[in-house]
């Protein structure tokens, strides 16, 4: 069993503040990392997936950076708005399987 | 597409009964994967198929659980019997394929053992 580890575990900001979290992963057996938005009561929905060191990638106000040669990943919210309320889980694919983080619950308060 | 498909919604039944949830992947995923969700461990697999076949089900918590494929468009995963441990959140998920593809989740079905 892969381990990956999101800290922190949960967030509270205020709105209009900037924030990130981290995903720690295995360098070994590393193919893509992929980052989901998890609302209550839904199921997760793509974010982002990434597969080379060094990539960036962007969605409005939420990019991501990647470094696999430490095995970490980077999720940053700029600007924090209620509606990005949610737990952001990140996702180690080894090519054929998935291994889930417990996720980053984040609570934007107005 | 309707995206991937759960039955039913919520699941309430008591302790020693069978429980079979339903899931009807992405028309031509060739990946589906069974996940269950619970507050101590978080998103776990518990089984995977690619075109039809098992792949790894070492996710499976013991005997009391089966999963089958028996063809593309459908994918059933058996509780019997079952116990108030297994009331939890289990979501199925598909892929187009290996590699970098995305995965899709179902809304899941939420079980309650009593």
Redesign the interface.
């Known amino acids: 069993i892969l381990n990956v580890e999101q800290s922190p575990q949960s967030l509270h900001v205020q709105e209009g503040d900037s924030t990130n979290f981290t995903c720690s992963f295995p360098s070994s057996n590393f193919?893509?990392l992929?980052w989901y938005r998890w609302e209550t009561a839904?199921?997760?929905?793509?974010l982002f997936?990434m597969?080379l060191n060094g990539d960036e990638k962007k969605k409005g106000r939420i990019s991501a950076t990647l470094n696999t040669k430490e095995g970490y990943s980077y999720l940053y919210i700029k600007g924090s708005q209620p509606e990005d309320s949610a737990t952001y889980?990140c996702?180690f694919?080894t090519?054929?399987?998935?291994?889930?983080?417990?996720?980053t619950s984040l609570t934007v308060i107005p | 597409d309707a995206g991937v498909i759960q039955s039913p919604r919520h699941e309430v039944t008591e302790m020693g009964q069978e429980v079979t949830l339903r899931c009807k992947p992405i028309s031509g995923h060739d990946y589906l994967f069974w996940y269950r969700q619970t507050m101590m461990r978080g998103l776990e697999l518990l089984i995977y198929f690619n075109n039809n076949v098992p792949i790894d089900d070492s996710g499976m918590p013991e005997d009391r659980f089966s999963a089958k494929m028996p063809n593309a468009s459908f994918s059933t995963l058996k509780i019997q019997p079952s116990e108030p441990r297994d009331s939890a959140v289990y979501f199925c998920a598909s892929r187009e394929g290996p590699g970098t593809y995305e995965q899709y989740f179902g809304p899941g079905t939420r079980l309650t053992v009593t």
């Open positions: 193919y893509a992929h839904k199921s997760p929905e793509a997936v597969t889980l996702a694919n090519g054929n399987q998935f291994y889930f983080g417990t996720g």
